[in-house]
């Protein structure tokens, strides 16, 4: 039973609008989440995070959000760009140690110049 | 920059073999971690290790053990390779410095067994 769903395998935008990439989660232990870009032949790189005690957090084009309350968090990319294409991974953790992360199966998106 | 490298990127082995991927990290983390990557199930922690010496089970350690002699090389062992065992393999590391850091990853190892 996954924790952490990514419910669209897939995200088609056009170059200069926004995307949006969605994450549902079940364990409201949960405290601490993360999403990662995956390129093909490349390991992920970490993008952005937010705590549970915000409920947005913000970092150039990129923007977390999470509703506590409907275990959903989002990612927005405004504006998107052809390089934004690729694998996002939402990622889940507990406490502070948070040694067992739940990862999402990805979402790949595809940025239309 | 953290580097973290996979010794092998592509990696063909026979059923029953005894197979091993190598994982360095060049920023002393204290904590790395194994896990293999597959089609619409995202990534899955195998094992992860917050010492020398010292490992944890993730969630599905079952066929693989783990060997952490150093700070800087966690290994991941397949004690009898099997066909389900095919995979993406990805290693990570991790600060112990501060709360909540993110992991670095390697580029991973694609096993394949025939």
């Known amino acids: 039973d996954q924790q952490v769903k990514q419910n669209s395998p897939s995200l088609s935008v056009q170059e200069g609008r926004i995307s949006i990439l969605n994450c549902d989660y079940t364990n409201s232990m949960f405290d601490y989440f993360l999403w990662y870009k995956k390129y093909p032949a490349e390991g992920p790189t970490f993008l952005i995070s937010i705590s549970s005690i915000k409920d947005k957090n913000e970092d150039g084009r990129f923007t977390v959000f999470l509703n506590k309350s409907a275990k959903h968090l989002s990612l927005h990319i405004v504006p998107s760009q052809p390089g934004d294409s690729a694998v996002y991974f939402c990622?889940?953790?507990?406490?502070?140690?948070?040694?067992?992360?739940?990862f999402g199966a990805g979402t790949r998106l595809f940025v239309k110049a | 920059d953290v580097k973290v490298t996979q010794s092998s990127r592509y990696l063909v082995k026979r059923t029953g073999e005894k197979v091993f991927l190598e994982c360095v990290q060049d920023?002393?983390?204290?904590?790395m971690f194994w896990y293999r990557q597959d089609p619409g199930l995202g990534l899955r922690l195998i094992y992860f290790?917050?010492?020398?010496?010292?490992?944890e089970k993730g969630d599905i350690p079952e066929g693989y053990s783990v060997s952490r002699e150093k700070k800087e090389r966690f290994s991941l062992i397949l004690e009898s390779a099997s066909t389900n065992q095919t995979s993406m393999y990805l290693c990570?590391?991790?600060?112990?410095?501060?709360?909540?850091?993110?992991?670095?990853f390697g580029d991973g190892t694609r096993l394949s067994i025939l």
């Open positions: 990570a590391s991790r600060s112990d410095r501060g709360p909540n850091q993110p992991q670095h």
């Open positions: 290790s917050y010492d020398v010496k010292m490992k």
């Open positions: 990622a889940a953790s507990e406490g502070a140690g948070g040694f067992k992360t739940i």
């Open positions: 920023m002393d983390h204290e904590n």
